[in-house]
């Protein structure tokens, strides 16, 4: 028979979890993670995602940016800003 999951109870047993490690971390190599997202124009949805990654990354001692670019950004634009990022020490992921 399955086992009933408790998903918040799970995720904020990880969420803890991965706290703690990324804080070790830290203190080990004095590197504080930080996540870059890219927002091209204004869709409602992937703002929400985009908010809901950036308070996760609160919660957790991870630094985020947000790059907001307007709907008529070129492909080339978007690959040059993804460039820059990578290229960007400061930013992990």
Do not use: W
Not at 23 to 44: C, E, H, M, S
């Amino acid at each position: 028979m399955g086992k009933l999951l408790n998903g918040k109870t799970l995720a904020e047993q990880l969420n803890s979890e991965l706290k703690n490690k990324i804080n070790l971390d830290y203190q080990r190599t004095g590197i504080k993670p930080k996540l870059a997202a890219i927002l091209v124009g204004d869709d409602p949805a992937s703002k929400l995602y985009i908010n809901i990654k950036k308070k996760t990354c609160a919660k957790l001692g991870i630094d985020s940016m947000l790059v907001n670019l307007s709907s008529e950004v070129t492909n080339e634009e978007i690959f040059s800003k993804i460039n820059y990022l990578n290229n960007d020490k400061t930013v992990h992921g």
